[in-house]
DNA sequence: AAATCAGACAACCGCATTCCG
DNA sequence: TCGGAATGCGGTTGTCTGATT
């Protein structure tokens, strides 16, 4: 059985919003707040489906929109970010206050896109060939809908493709069967995945160590499996410094011959200490995490753009 | 002045994922 | 647990506008 359209199309207006559809759905949503969109239009009084004033607000009318004038500092940013992630552009817009996933997207697509694609053809023996070219140049050739990434390319896949349900909590004593399941769900899909539960006198605030043995899957399905979107993305702020910090963590060693990656989180059990508003993660294989890409991504993203500059 | 072209971007579409009864 | 609905996402299309011929 086919599915059902999110709503009639007979007798809906499409194209380009008028002002006054404007003004209905804009004090509609703020009387009754977003959400059920499918109820919208008839609620409202507007002849328009469903997805379109969903996509209408969230994309033009919604309070905080930045429009146009996109600053050099922003359009630095995307290109980082998309060197990260590729054209997960949700993602790179939620980096971004105040701009749409469709604005980038498109301004990418007019914009630096294009002058990559120009820098590329008037120098295409040039190793500055970046994972963000290789990437869109692989979704010219490959029409399918769904994106394919090299696993060569340096981009890191920020969705778990393995496991991405395995959440890293800041912990209290309390929340440790939590951890096990989601040791035995991270080690079904990882490798295996060492759980302690720490001596309190040996480390502060009764916290556990999640010890990641990867085995033959690099680093970065590691990172995948950490929903680095969500948790370690979020500390990537605009400078990216911290992650030298993870190099230099990595080359002097971290407590106890460890290397420790301290990830902030937005909430946790005492988020009123932000010690234990930390996620902790431990990796005992030093040479396996300097070996792998992970590292590049400090290089990559903090690769300079004179090439591509005007 | 009219026709054509190209750039920009708003909006649409289809699919994937998540939610929820 | 399952299936349908709701939502989110990224690719594509349509349309407007300014530049060029």
């Known amino acids: 059985m086919g599915r059902s359209p999110c709503c009639a199309k007979e007798g809906l207006n499409r194209g380009a919003w008028t002002a006054s559809e404007d003004k209905m759905l804009t004090e509609y949503i703020k009387v009754h707040g977003e959400g059920k969109w499918r109820n919208v239009p008839k609620r409202a009084g507007l002849k328009r489906c469903g997805k379109s004033c969903r996509l209408r607000w969230l994309n033009y009318l919604r309070p905080g929109i930045k429009r146009g004038n996109i600053s050099r500092d922003e359009e630095e940013l995307i290109i980082r970010l998309h060197k990260l992630l590729g054209n997960r552009w949700s993602l790179i817009a939620g980096r971004l206050p105040g701009r749409t996933d469709n604005e980038i997207k498109n301004y990418w697509n007019t914009n630096i896109g294009k002058r990559l694609q120009d820098h590329h053809q008037t120098n295409s023996s040039s190793n500055t060939r970046r994972a963000s070219y290789q990437y869109q140049e ?14 060569d390319s340096n981009l890191i896949w920020t969705k778990a493709s393995k496991c991405n349900k395995v959440v890293i909590s800041p912990l209290e004593p309390q ?23 720490n001596n309190k006198d040996d480390v502060k605030g009764g916290e556990a160590l999640l010890e990641f043995n990867i085995q033959e899957n690099n680093l970065s399905d590691f990172m995948m499996d ?16 911290q992650l030298s910090y993870l190099e230099n963590n990595i080359n002097n060693g971290g407590p106890s011959g460890t290397t420790t990656i ?38 990559l993203i903090g690769s300079e753009f004179e090439w591509f500059q005007d």
Do not use: W, Y
């Not at 692989?138 to 696993?151: G, N």
């Not at 929340?175 to 539960?197: I, P, R």
């Not at 989180?265 to 990796?283: H, M, R, T, W, Y």
């Open 138 to 151: 692989s979704v010219e050739k490959s029409p399918s809908k769904r994106p394919k990434i090299d696993k």
């Open 226 to 241: 950490l929903q680095m979107d969500e948790h370690l993305l979020s500390f990537l702020n605009s400078d990216f410094s």
């Open 262 to 299: 301290n990830c902030p989180v937005d909430k946790g059990p005492s988020a009123d200490d932000p010690e234990s508003n930390q996620i902790l993660l431990f990796c005992e294989d030093k040479k396996k995490l300097h070996d792998s890409d992970f590292l590049t991504m400090d290089s």
């Open 175 to 197: 929340n440790f069967d939590q951890v096990v399941d989601s040791k035995q769900q991270a080690a079904a899909a990882v490798g295996s995945v060492v759980v302690k539960n």
